[in-house]
């Protein structure tokens, strides 16, 4: 029985949060222009690992990954609570309910109660967590998300996989007086270059309008309808399965929105038929996107970098 407990402790560390002794009102940021905003998707993979036990039952863990709108998730400071736990032993399955904080790369917390179920003999987990506020940037937070994913080890769990996919709204400032807009175009410019971090064209699509342009400005393609966009970031993925992009600096008005970053990857696949072989070589290549927003929205965007310095990078000319 103590390794079914197991099963439930260790799908807790899902959601886990930081630690929940640390004060939440001392940080909330009562700035009402945070209100009202705008519900915007979420997205994301994350992976449990369990740290601690006490008596067989996993007590502590941390959890990394990235959620869009919270960034890279602070792993060492991951701990939950359990409310609610029950085993149906006709079906093999264990449903829990639990609360916790969820704690954004940022330092602020999001709140949120969880209800699961985890199927023994599938491997199988599923459930959702509400969103209730937090601190910071979260304070006013609303919201929720679904999960599913599956263990390691069904019988003896020490590591668990999820799949994300929610929305959230309220995501203010995380500092007194800040402007709200200005915060949440922030959050969307960080969501943009998530989206190609995670390899997800549904999450990079619902950041546009139904009207948008995306310009590639390197190679002059126009991208206007969200098919072709989708199309675009999958063709990139495909010549470098394992691309990556990692944020340097974010700068946005209540207008715009710009996102330095670094495209990092290895030239496996390469695009043969645009005369780019595969090389086998690793790339850093810097960029930025400069994006227009209107009502949380994407209407346009357009990438800047240097298609010399990236067949260099890859090896494709010296």
């Not at 929305?167 to 270059?193: D, K």
């Not at 994006?291 to 010399?308: A, R, S």
Request: proline content about 3%; glycine content about 8%; charged content about 20%.
């Amino acid at each position: 029985m103590k390794r079914l407990i197991f099963l439930l402790w260790s799908i807790s560390l899902l959601f886990a949060g930081c630690d929940m002794n640390d004060s939440l009102s001392n940080e909330i940021d009562t700035d009402m222009k945070s209100a009202e905003m705008k519900m915007v998707p979420i997205k994301g993979e994350i992976q449990s690992h369990v740290t601690e036990s006490l008596d067989g039952v996993p007590v502590i863990g941390n959890l990394s990954g990235n959620i869009s709108h919270l960034g890279k998730l602070i792993s060492d400071k991951s701990t939950w609570y359990t409310i609610f736990v029950e085993m149906d032993e006709q079906t093999w399955t264990i449903s829990w309910e639990m609360f916790g904080s969820v704690c954004a790369a940022n330092g602020d917390f999001l709140k949120y109660t969880l209800s699961g179920a985890f199927s023994i003999p599938e491997n199988k987990i599923t459930g959702e967590a509400v969103f209730d506020g937090g601190t910071g940037r979260f304070c006013q937070a609303q919201g929720s998300m679904e999960f599913t994913g599956y263990a390691d080890d069904a019988m003896n769990i020490t590591t668990m996989y999820m799949q994300i996919d929610g929305i959230i709204s309220n995501v203010g400032s995380s500092h007194r007086g800040e402007n709200a807009t200005v915060t949440q175009n922030e959050s969307i410019a960080r969501s943009f270059i998530e989206a190609w971090d995670i390899h997800d064209a549904d999450l990079l699509t619902s950041l546009f309008a139904e009207e948008f342009t995306y310009t590639e400005v390197t190679t002059g393609r126009i991208y206007n309808d969200k098919d072709a966009l989708a199309m675009y970031l999958n063709a990139t993925i495909a010549g470098i399965p394992d691309t990556r992009f990692e944020v340097v600096s974010i700068v946005a008005n209540e207008r715009f929105a710009v996102v330095e970053w670094i495209w990092k990857g290895t030239n496996t696949v390469g695009w043969p038929a645009m005369g780019i072989p595969p090389t086998g070589k690793y790339f850093e290549l810097p960029g930025i996107s400069v994006m227009e927003i209107e009502n949380g929205q994407i209407i346009w965007n357009k990438d800047y970098w240097d298609w010399n310095t990236f067949l260099q990078l890859i090896g494709v000319i010296p």
